[in-house]
């Protein structure tokens, strides 16, 4: 059971949050003429919420992991290899945490430029939005690390190899973005590698830190291009 719980509540929330983002394109608070806005503020909310409560049941389940990784963690204490993205054993989390968010970030800003040639950006909205990308950014990135990341690599240390805790995390984090930019397949595949080596980061830093960061990189990236995507009406 405690190896399940943990894996069971993820899931559940994962559902949650599809439901909830079916939910807030349909009704909710309105605070601006870009329904695209007016979207995130409602989902972001709902997320904050499911957040709270995966916060709250992490800590139940193992309150002395949870209090261990609750916290940025040591940002440049030596990882272990992972050569399919040419981290050597030893290297500094600091080191590898900086090339990440380069790589991860510049290939993210790539795919999506593609995606804006294909419609008509008017890039001078942009300084109007990027308050609001900024916020989303945030709080959606943190939402999901607390959810994914911490929610798993906290309460199944000790109970599972490191290596299988990242594979669930990435399946789980990977399923979670089946509608996301881009969708199906590919998508599951994107974030499932990026799940893995977030849940990586946050078990061998004992920290949510790099997670964090990485994650919210990325998502300022794909926030704004969304955000370009839906003109005010």
Known sequence: MKITLPIILTVVYTVALWFGGTFSKKTGIEVSNNTYVNGQVNYQIILLVITGVSLLTTYLVNKENFLAYFSFGQISIPGDELKIFGIKQGDSWLKTGLSLCLVITGVTAIFMYFQLKKVDVDWSILQNGIFWILLFSLTNSFGEEMIYRLGLVSPLQGLLTPTTVFLISALIFGLAHINGMPSGIIGISLAGILGFVLAKSVF??????????????????????????????
Request: overall charge negative; cysteine-free; aromatic content about 20%.
């Open 204 to 233: 061998e830093t004992q920290g949510f830190f790099w997670a964090w960061i990485i994650h919210f990189l990325q998502d300022v990236v794909i926030i704004g291009s969304l955000y370009l995507m839906n003109k005010p009406t």
